[in-house]
């Protein structure tokens, strides 16, 4: 994508002038970074020309600006409008938004106080999260991975991928792992603390730098990416959070990874009360948070297969992480 084109974009929004950066790589969506004439930091952000992505996009900034507006450190819109780009190739669109400083951190790299920096500041959004009034409708986000668990038993019970399965990884996912999450979330369905979730606080999406005044040594500077924004029980965007974080930390035990996530960062650090629910469901009794986790590893694992080659996977560290996790346990086994 060129300059030019970036040059236009602001100027639709009456920007001229300035220095516009190459894009910043590692992300889903072409980020540019500008500085504009009057020094003003701002970045231009081109979605991937996904289903729907015009409505979750504007959904997406307007639960940033509400969260930015009392004072949390969510990117916010410089304009709320969204620019429609046609080409030949389809239709794209782009928004600009204010920059905010800091920098994401290899995964190999969280110590405590990141994990701790994490929670803290999710705490920190669900709070305030609860006085936002939005005039657009979020999705639910139980219907949302109900409809993803439907799609992984449609995929893990068909007879092809499970003989690749088996051949290929010396992998099988049981039917009652998949039965167990379905019945799951439909208890979930009856929790309540239900408001607006980010669902995808993750690496990538976080700013760190170190910190000024504080019992930290970061603090986070800024939270992107809320596209993926929904409407739910509390506990599905810690889960989320969590789960990635079981296999983002590699030199952190899953003991420790949740000491400084749940009780250090989000319960002691931050202002949301940290509530782990449990239901009872017949004869069992259910673990929201660990029946989650569990979810969300088995999706990305489901992810993983989907879109590598099978032959590739053992080179994929993550993936060599997210399979043993799921192993340990006992929602994918061991088939050879």
């Not at 516009?20 to 081109?46: H, K, M």
């Not at 500077?221 to 296999?247: N, Q």
Request: proline share 3%; net charge positive.
């Amino acid at each position: 994508m060129s300059r030019p084109l970036i040059s236009r974009i602001l100027s639709k929004y009456g920007v001229a002038g300035g220095t516009i950066s190459a894009p910043q790589s590692g992300y889903r969506n072409q980020i540019y970074r500008v500085q504009t004439a009057n020094d003003e930091e701002l970045c231009v952000i081109l979605y991937k020309n996904e289903p729907h992505i015009a409505r979750q996009v504007l959904i997406a900034n307007e639960l940033a600006d509400g969260l930015a507006a009392v004072g949390f450190p969510a990117r916010r819109t410089f304009d709320e409008r969204l620019t429609l780009l046609k080409s030949a190739t389809g239709t794209r669109y782009a928004g600009i938004y204010h920059y905010l400083p800091g920098q994401t951190i290899p995964w190999e790299a969280y110590t405590q106080d990141h994990i701790k920096a994490l929670g803290k500041t999710m705490s920190d959004m669900h709070h305030l999260a609860t006085g936002l009034h939005l005039t657009r409708r979020l999705d639910d986000v139980v219907e949302i991975q109900k409809s993803i668990v439907g799609k992984m038993q449609q995929y893990f019970l068909d007879r092809d991928v499970h003989r690749a399965m088996h051949d290929k990884l010396g992998l099988a996912v049981p039917e009652s792992s998949l039965t167990s999450l379905a019945t799951g979330l439909a208890a979930a369905d009856l929790l309540g603390d239900r408001q607006a979730l980010h669902m995808d606080f993750v690496r990538g999406n976080v700013l760190f730098r170190e910190a000024a005044d504080d019992d930290l040594s970061v603090a986070v500077t800024g939270v992107l990416d809320f596209e993926k924004c929904a409407y739910g029980p509390v506990i599905f965007d810690i889960a989320r959070t969590l789960a990635f974080l079981l296999i983002d930390c590699k030199y952190k035990t899953p003991r420790q990874v949740r000491k400084y996530f749940l009780r250090s960062g989000y319960g002691k650090r931050g202002t949301n009360r940290l509530s782990l629910p449990r239901i009872n469901q017949g004869s069992q009794d259910i673990d929201v948070l660990e029946l989650l986790v569990d979810h969300f590893l088995l999706h990305d694992f489901y992810k993983f297969l989907r879109h590598n080659p099978y032959e590739s996977l053992a080179k994929n560290e993550h993936f060599g992480r997210t399979r043993e996790l799921l192993i340990e346990r006992k929602i994918i086994e061991l088939d050879r």
